[in-house]
Every structure is written in C-alpha cells, then in structure tokens.
DNA sequence: ACCTGAACACCGTTCAAGT
DNA sequence: ACCTGAACACCGTTCAAGT
C-alpha cells in the first residue's frame, strides 16, 4: 500500500500539532502543506479551507474535553473538584481552547462540567432557576478565571511593574496588604479561594440534606467527533 | 496652514475608528493609509509597524478607562458597584478591550479600579493578604466574566441549540432546572448574583466596623497616555 | 523632517488541468 | 477521486529616493 495517500485526518493531525507547538498563527496553509509535503491545493480538497480547518480543530478539542469525574464528600466539595478539573483540562490546551473560545463555542465545550455541576447542586439542596443560576455562575467564573490567568502568563514584562504601581500611600495604613499586592498572585490559592467563596455564597441558605448523595458523575457525553466529510468543491 | 500635515494622533484616530467600527482584522495598514489618503509607507513613519500601532491603540484604551467611583452605603455594595462599573466599561470597548486582553495588558487597565477595591476591601474589615486576595478574586470574577459575556455574544448560531442538550433526564426530576437551563441566559442577573455571592463569601466572617466610611473614591489617575513619539528609523 | 513608489517575501484562495 | 502549478488579490515591511 502507497503510504502517500493523503487523508483528512493527516492533515488534521499535522495542523494539531502545528498548532500545539507554535501556536495558532503558525498554522498557514502553506505551511501546513509543506509539513505533509504536498501542494497546498490538495490541502484545500480536503478541509475546504482555513476557516473550516479551524473549525475542525476546534471540533475535536470539544470532543477531547473527556467526562468530568467529581471527587469529594459533600456537593461543595464536589463542585469545587469539578472547578479544579475544568481548569486543569483549559490550561493543558492553552492554544486549542483559545481558539474555541474565539469560536464562541466556550459553552458547548462545557457542557459535560456542566451537567456534573447540576448534579452537585441539586444535591446540595438548590432547585429549579435558583440551581440554574448557581450552575452558570460557577461556570463563568472558571472559565473566565482560566482566560483572564492565561492572559496573565501570556503577558509581557507589565509595562510598569506591579510594585512600582502599588507605593504606600494607596494602600492606607496597610502595610502587608500593600507588600501582598505587590507579589506576584499565587493563582493556584488563588482559584481555590476565590471557588470556595463563589460555593460558599452560593449554596449558603441552601436546604443542606442530602450532602452524602454519591459523587457518581455524569453520564457519558462521547462521540460526535466528525463535521461533515468530503470534497468542499462548489 | 495646509490641513494635509499628518499627525501621529491622526493616524490613531483613524486606525481607533477602523477597529471600532469594523474590528481589529480590518485595521490593515495599507487600508489604513487609504483611509487616510496617504501613502502606506508614510504610516511607518508614524507609528513605526503595525504591532507599535495596536499598542498605542491599547495604551490609549488603558489611559481611557476613567477611574471607577464606587456608590452605595456598604463595604458590599460599593465593591459591587465597582464590579458594575468595571463590566459597563468594558462592554462599553469590546474590540479594543480584546485587543489589550491579547496583549496582556488586562491586569494594567484594571488599576484604577483594583485601587478602588482595596479601599473598600479594607473598610469592610479585611486586611493584609486576606485583603489582597479578596480584591483580586473580585476582579477576577469581573474580567473574566465580561470574556465569557462578550464569547457568548459572538458565538454563532450554537451547533445544537441548547435546548437539545438539555433533555429532562439530566436534570433527574427538577424540571424547573431543566427549563432554566435550556432557557437563554439573563447575563445582566447571573453577572450580579455571582458577585453578590462571590462578594457575600469573601466578607463572610470580616470585622463590620467601617461600614459608614465615605465612599469616596479613587486618587486620580490621569495622564499616562503617551508612548513614545517621533521616528522609528531603525 | 516628512512623504513617496517600487520591490520583497509572505498570505488565502481559485481555476483549469492533469491522472 | 485525488493532486498539481500558475495566477490573483491581498498582506506587512524595507529601502533608496525625493523634497
């Protein structure tokens, strides 16, 4: 069998990689095409074109973004290891999830977490838009915490240092709060602390009965890898 | 006096008014120069090179991002209205505001409001690192929030329609959680219930003394627009 | 000090043509 | 069904040259 004959997934994999290793504007078509040693039109016969190559990428990571399994004894416990595991899983595909995230498809890559975070606060005793509302916020604050840390990493040398931006005089008499804004954050203490507050605010007055519910998890959320195969010919 | 002398400000506004009206790809230097009537290279001798142009642009958002007054009669409240305030700003910019989140300015644009924050932080009781750590979780909450808003409000048309993915038997009986969720989102309710909570867990256990001190805001924060000027000849 | 056109090395994409 | 090279209309940037 000729190894050269050239496949979508191929292409798939390389642009992957690409985009892995060097980001997503080192994924050019040409690019791309001399990786595969190939011609960059046969590229375009197989994913139609960039957009749509993107579009494919991000498709797969979505399906990647494996079931969420919650660990704890108590629903807080429980929505907290589900925090923890969404944003470990955004920050292993910096990259693919920015692209998802340009996509506006943040939600859907979601939903699996989501469904675990229902579980955990009907649980903890919310019901109906109340345990709605709770799910959502508690989504967006991972999310967005995620995006805005990897903004912080991505970030040059702050144009003027956090200490020189912090003297004295802002912080009141306070001498350890103005030291501590001057450090650099511990994003990991961070996360959890600001986690276990948005829980801790959220669940508070909730009716705490069934906290040992078991943390069994979601329900498979597989396939529906593929988008569609094919020429892309008009 | 001949109009025709082109001015470094000039280029900016142009380039501003590109962004915002059309986003940033449509801010290409050469439709940039048209725009302007000139010709494209008199553009590098301006602001030097497309990256230093978006730079500007963003340093100038930064120094635009007027200083947050917070209002109401408690410590909560005023970190609350800050947190409005702060999302109402950059609702306000979204193009230019992604632009200084690509360019990890994020954290510089927030200052003003972070300084706020610590002077209500410290007049609800918290001190030292537990205050530090308070205020970033807050502004955390609020940047990456408004991320999540704008990703959603560009996504497409979501692949399924969210009503699909929630079908009754994930939210086991709770059918008003069921509808909730599949129900389109009121962000303006979820974004203040998520503060209110987060901001409710972060005081919980605080002194409550100070609950009356002025809320009077924050030490000016003017200036700081400029770059750098003149010729980039290398 | 400011502006210019020509040129270079890149893009994504289309098309007509091969096998 | 798959692959190809040539060509088009774009990019950002540099350079030598004008005034």
Redesign the interface.
Known sequence: MARSALTRDEVLDAAAALVREHGPDALTMRRLAAELSTAVTSIYWHVGNRESLLDALVARTVADLGTIRPRGATPAERMMSVARALRRALRERPHLVAMV?E??????MF?PA??AL??EA?AAGL???H???A???LQ??V???????R??E???V???A?EE?WRR????A?G??AR??AAP?DTE??FV??V???????L?GAGEGAAADTGKGV?GDTGDGDVGRGPYSQ
């Open positions: 995230h996509r506006g498809l943040t939600e859907r939903l989501q469904r229902v579980h009907h019901r109906g838009a345990a709605a509302r799910v959502r916020a967006f604050q999310v967005g915490y995620v995006l805005v840390e903004n912080r991505r970030a040059p702050q144009s003027p956090e931006l005089e802002d912080a009141g306070d350890p709060l501590a804004l954050i203490r961070l602390d600001s276990r507050a948005l829980v801790d605010g959220l508070a329900p």
